[in-house]
């Protein structure tokens, strides 16, 4: 454990950890950095223009401000917060405040960075807090143990806090974002033998069909007509490898309308025609 020496904070109740991952695990994982419970005092602030990490926070009492490339916010006693550090950040406190931390990283931070802050902003409080804390402090054992610790588990427990946070669903929406294009999705897994056109999708969660494309654009990173014809190519790549069935077959069974449908979008996914594949993967 080590003392903080910034300024506004208070060092006889506060103390932090620094772990220096290993190559494997800046290739390969989520790692940890530092870790620290801090007690600010008020008048207390931090600006800083970049630090490579992104930062958890849990605001245990009082309230922290924040000064983001997205936009200012505060957060309240029983806060999240997520930052990317790597760019413009500053919070401060204008009352005696203590907070968790924890700065970190990895090969998919930034990813789940993205996908978490779309949906709930920096700054959201969780139905539950308690895995999340919980797995908080795992990480703080496992930085702190005696015997060793595993980069893996410590991986996993960030693994878990994240997914956390993803899984968890907006307030300010009747009809949630997330929802609509979960159901869609998993819509689509089991009718793909049908016909499916996007304004059918559409009209199936009550959207019109401008609305929902770009809803499902906004959550996926592609259009409800790509991720189609992709769950498709890859029905037919599983069937071209696992059974015997002829392309006519297997395009009455992907939903494409006809084989040559079938192989001008399977070449252009896959480079080859669905026979040259099925010959590839069969041996």
Known sequence: MAKPAEHGIDASASDFLIHTPSAIARATFFYPLRMGDFFYEPGYRLERRSFDSYLIIYVDSGRLFFDLPEGSFVAEEDSFVLINCYERHAYSTDIRTTAQWLHFDGVMAQPYYEYIVRKLGNVFMLSSETYALERMRTINTLLTAENGYSEARMSKC???????????????????????????????????????????????????????????????????????????????????????????????????????????????????????????KQG
């Open 158 to 280: 960030i693994t878990d806090l994240l997914t956390e946070f993803a899984d968890e669903q907006p307030r300010s929406f009747k009809r949630k974002q997330t929802e609509v294009v979960e159901d869609t999705i998993a819509y689509v897994s089991t009718h793909l033998y049908e016909p499916l056109t996007i304004s059918e999708l559409a009209e199936r969660v009550f959207l019109s069909e401008y609305h929902f494309i770009r809803l499902f654009k906004q959550e996926t990173g592609i259009t409800p007509h790509a991720y189609l014809v992709d769950a498709r190519i890859h029905a037919v790549q599983y069937l071209l490898v696992n059974s015997l069935m002829s392309i006519r077959q297997i395009c009455q069974q992907c939903g494409f309308t006809s084989e040559s449908s079938l192989c001008a979008a399977f070449k252009k996914s896959a480079g080859m025609t669905p026979m040259e594949y099925r010959r590839l």
